[in-house]
Each structure stands twice: as C-alpha cells, then as structure tokens.
C-alpha cells in the first residue's frame, strides 16, 4: 500500500468502516511509514481534542425543573377516552366555584411605558430601531405593530397592522422597523407584545413635517 | 370501573415519564449546548423537547434505546426553532454588541448577568470550536452528533433524515476541513 492510498483509507479507519484485510494493510503501512503514522496519528489526537471540549454544567435542579415543566405542561392533555370522566369531576368544582364565588381573574392588563418621541419628514423613509431586552427567553411572542393612517411600514403597503409570532431571545433584540411617512401630523405607532398572560405596550410619538426628505435610508433610535 | 383504572393507569405513567427521561437529560443538554452554543438556550431547547415528547410518552415507553429517537426530537427542534427566526416578516435579530448608545424600550424587568469568564486555559477549546464553527451547517451538525457526540452513521441516517452514503461524504469533506483549519494547531 503507498501514501495515497493510506490517506485515501483514512477516515474509513478512523470509523473501524475497514474490511479485516484493507486495516491490516493501513496498518502494515503506517508501521513502515513516519509521515503516514503522524498523520493518522494527529487525526486521533484532533478527535480527541474535540471530545474533551467542555459543555458548562446546567444550571442548578435544571433536570427536575424541566421534567416537571414538561408534565405540567401536558397535564391537562388528558386521552380523549378519560375525558369525560374527568370533564364530570371538573364540572362539579365549578359549580362549587358559582357558589361559592367567582376566583380573581389572572390576566394581566397591558403595561404601557412612557412615550418616545421621533421627528419624520414627509416622504423620508426611516427604520426604527426598538430594541426589546428580555430577562429569559420568550418562545412564542407575539408582536403586532400598530400604524398611524400617515405613516406605511416599507414592504406592506396599505396595512395599518402588522404582526406576527416569534421567539425573543436572553438579552437584547432588536427589531427594525422600515417606515415611511405618508402625510403631516403629530401621530403614534404602538408595538404590542404579548407573551403567555402578559402584555406590555410601546408607544413612540412621531412628528411628521412637510420638508422634503432626500429620501435616505438611515436609523433612527429612539429612548423610553 | 375500567375508565377508573384507566385513570389511575394515566397518573402512574408521569412517574414511568420520569424515570426513563431522568439518564438522559444530561446528555440532550449537551447535544443541546453544542448546537446552541449557549447553555440558556440549550435549557430552553431541551425543556422544549421534554414538553413535546410529553404527550409522546407511549412511543417513549415502547423503545428500548430512546437515545436516538430522543436526539432526533431535539435536533428536529433546534431546526424548526431556526427556521422561525429566519421567517420573521421583520429583521428580529438577537443584539448583545455594544449598544451604550442606542436606546431600550425595557419590556420587561431585566435581570443583570454578568460576563462569562474566558479561562485561558480555554484557548484551544476556542480554536477548535471557531474551527467547527466555520464549517458549513450540515458539516457543523454531523461532525458534533458524530465525532463529538458519538451517535453512529447508522443512528444518525434516523435523526438527520439523510442516506447513510451522503453522511459518510459529508463528514470526511468536514474532517478535510478541520485537518486544513487546525493544520498549526497542537493536541
């Protein structure tokens, strides 16, 4: 067997994906050959290099944490067969509950922050950057984005509103918005999100003045 | 009286839930963690998983190596998780650069993390992870499920959904790379 060969058999080798005769081969050959033999050799130490990489621990009880969530998650998906049975018990406590008195609702209504404030003139296009901090991820989020009748959102005309489900991340997201503003006035665009039962509202004011715009694209950010 | 039994039969199975899940929580947090790169993201995809395979529990009960089905659920979730960020009608992008500057609408109450310690011991885990890293995605996923991971050509035709013969092509075109990018490097 020469080099190329040797070479050519490598990653098969590696796999044990050799017939007895073909590894006996590679085998005679890396014995007789010093660059083959540090070769296959230096692959051996990679893969073990790569093995012995470090995963940090979970957090602590995350094991226990994530199987109860996953039941309590599922609790309720009860077999359609049981579901009647359970439907009966379920049925009685409520009565109970009519009689007894109705149970405080656990939605939580909308948290507003202080309005932003930003200035547009009549024609300029312009993104918006929110940038929405997350203590933990949030799957599943869902955003709508609420616009004034003078101001279009680049890429959906006429549409007064937007939206759809995405998941936020740890930490910082930001989220572009590409407007442009159709008509003069003192307007407002709200961003909503809503994830599980809560729910918090942004409001930025936008100044919109006739001056024309040359029409550049450029960031615009904005405090709360 | 049967529906009764039935019942008390549904309760009993959480508990079977948890003993068979319990061995391999580590593992999937590590295949979890490898894919993510972050381990708060790796938590959330594994707690994404248990609750899928939750109402599963019967196909669960029934394996005698729930491993690879198990990888399989998790892999396809990170997949489907990616997909819907790249689907946002609108550029979400997850921003942890400096951003002094720039204002924060806080939606919510954040919590202070502080930064993650870089040992310099880490200094070839960093290199060989920047070379795994620049592999392209197919290459970057089977070389950690296979080489990293130690999942078999075999079980990973199940969990990739790919022909044995395309992955066997395609981990050695990911070792070639690796051998070029780590050619300087010593073990």
């Known amino acids: 067997m020469n080099c190329t060969k040797a070479l050519e058999y490598r990653d098969d080798y590696i796999d044990g994906d050799l017939s007895q005769e073909e590894k006996v081969a590679v085998r005679e050959h890396l014995d007789s050959c010093q660059q083959c033999h540090d070769a296959f050799k230096r692959d051996e130490d990679m893969l073990q ?55 405080r609702m656990s939605y939580q209504p909308a948290q507003e922050l202080p309005t932003a404030q930003v200035i547009i003139k009549i024609n300029e296009q312009k993104i918006i950057n929110v940038v929405v901090n997350a203590p933990r991820d949030l ?42 503003a159709k008509s003069t006035g003192n307007v407002e665009l709200v961003t909503r999100i809503n994830h599980e039962n809560k729910s918090k509202l942004l409001k930025l004011a936008m100044k919109i003045h006739n001056s024309h715009a040359t029409g550049d694209l450029h960031d615009s950010k904005y405090l709360v | ?50 609750v899928k395979v939750y109402p599963k529990r019967q196909t669960l009960f029934r394996l005698e190596n729930p491993g690879p089905w198990l990888v399989k659920v998790l892999y396809r979730t990170f997949i489907d998780h990616r997909r819907r960020m790249a689907r946002s009608p609108l550029h979400l ?91 300087h490097e010593t073990f």
């Open chain 1, 49 to 103: 290099a790569l093995r012995a990489v470090t995963v940090p621990a979970p957090s602590p009880g995350f094991a226990r944490r994530s199987l109860q969530h996953a039941q309590s998650a599922g609790r309720w998906q009860i077999p359609k067969s049981l579901a009647p049975l359970l439907s009966a018990a379920m049925a009685a406590c409520l009565v109970l509950w009519l009689v007894t008195g109705l149970p």
């Open chain 2, 93 to 183: 992008l997850q921003n942890n650069n400096d951003e002094e500057n720039n204002s924060v609408v806080e939606s919510i109450p954040t919590e202070n993390s502080g930064p993650e310690e870089i040992s310099e011991n880490n200094q070839v885990r960093e290199r060989l992870m920047r070379a795994i890293n620049s592999l392209n995605l197919d290459q970057r996923h089977l070389c950690i499920l296979h080489d990293v991971e130690g999942y078999t050509l075999n079980e990973l035709e199940e969990i990739l959904n790919t022909p044995i013969g395309t992955l066997k092509s395609r981990l050695h075109r990911a070792r070639a790379s690796l051998r070029k990018l780590l050619k």
């Open chain 1, 139 to 180: 799957l599943d989020a869902h955003i709508t984005i609420q616009l004034p009748a003078q101001v279009e959102m680049v890429g959906f005309p006429g549409k007064s509103e937007i939206e759809w489900k995405t998941d936020l991340r740890k930490g910082k997201n930001l989220l572009s918005l590409p407007i442009i």
């Open chain 2, 1 to 50: 009286m049967e529906k009764v039994i039935s019942l008390i039969k549904y309760f009993s199975q959480t508990s079977e839930f948890e003993k068979i899940l319990h061995p391999y929580i580590l593992k999937l947090y590590r295949v979890a963690y490898r894919l993510c790169g972050s381990a708060s993201d790796a938590e959330d995809l594994v707690q994404d998983v248990l």
